[in-house]
């Protein structure tokens, strides 16, 4: 199917859907909403909701062919999954919590796996107008209020005092552990998949999460941050996939633009 598709053309049919999606979010984001608590004690909002409806209904409509797996969307069972080879993969609104706390720190998520990889990658910033993307041996891209797209790449050579992106809202003994570990480095917090873009435009040199995370919150980023001649691992340095078992976590991983460093030396034993 890969070469039947037209990724350029299916990111930027991407780019629009993602800030229709944000305009929704806005629209909730600029009045009283209410906020319900998901099974696993996370905030959904009316914003969710909305951003989800409106993606799901235009990727169905863009792609019939291509099923939608989205976080608000109910929780497909890998034995139907599995046999997917190409899907769409959405986080509708990355960072409820940011959301929430009114920071601006949140995002609108649209990726395009096939055999396991993001292949299509969209982030779109609301409360900035900003839009990152990428896609397969295409490059990846910014642009800042529907402006022109600007080339956009990781910082190949990590200094003698690292840039680390690290969670706004998830911090942990794991992390704290780390960042000793790796001696002096400055720490850049953010929310939502804005820690991946850090990295692929070069602002950070590295963005370890030792913590859980769910599949539509890395695939879009993922494929930006490759595009842009990145690198993102499980902690033992091997690639980070998709769709490749029952639950939809990830394992622990690192985003980073130097491949000469081992970050993983940087772990406690103990670390996963």
């Given at each position: 199917?890969?070469?039947?598709l ?73 034995e ?23 920071n ?26 900003v839009?990152?993307?990428?896609w ?46 790796l ?6 917090s953010?929310?939502?998949s ?13 963005y ?65």
């Amino acid at each position: 199917m890969s070469e039947t598709l037209d990724l350029k053309a299916l990111c930027e049919q991407c780019i629009e859907i993602a800030r229709e999606a944000g305009e929704k979010i806005l629209d909730v984001y600029n009045s009283e909403y209410s906020i319900q608590e998901k099974d696993d004690k996370s905030p959904l909002t009316d914003a969710d909701l909305a951003a989800h409806n409106i993606i799901v209904k235009r990727l169905s409509a863009l792609t019939p062919d291509i099923p939608v797996l989205s976080e608000e969307s109910a929780k497909l069972p890998f034995e139907e999954r599995q046999s997917w080879d190409t899907y769409w993969l959405v986080d509708p609104l990355d960072g409820t919590r940011e959301f929430i706390k009114r920071n601006g720190e949140f995002t609108v998520n649209i990726a395009l796996i096939q055999n396991h990889k993001s292949i299509i990658g969209v982030i779109h910033v609301p409360v900035l107008d900003v839009d990152y993307f990428g896609w397969k041996q295409g490059g990846s891209f910014k642009i800042e209020n529907r402006g022109e797209s600007k080339t956009i790449s990781v910082r190949k050579q990590a200094g003698e005092k690292l840039v680390v992106a690290g969670s706004r809202s998830h911090g942990s003994e794991q992390m704290q552990a780390y960042m000793k570990n790796l001696g002096d480095s400055d720490l850049l917090s953010m929310g939502s998949s804005l820690k991946f873009c850090l990295v692929a435009e070069g602002r950070a040199d590295l963005y370890p999460r030792l913590g859980l995370t769910s599949e539509w919150d890395t695939a879009a980023a993922h494929c930006i941050v490759e595009q842009a001649g990145g690198y993102v691992t499980k902690t033992d340095m091997s690639p980070l996939d998709y769709n490749t078992k029952d639950s939809l976590l990830n394992p622990f991983f690192f985003v980073f633009g130097d491949n000469n460093r081992d970050w993983s030396a940087y772990l406690d034993p103990e670390t996963e």
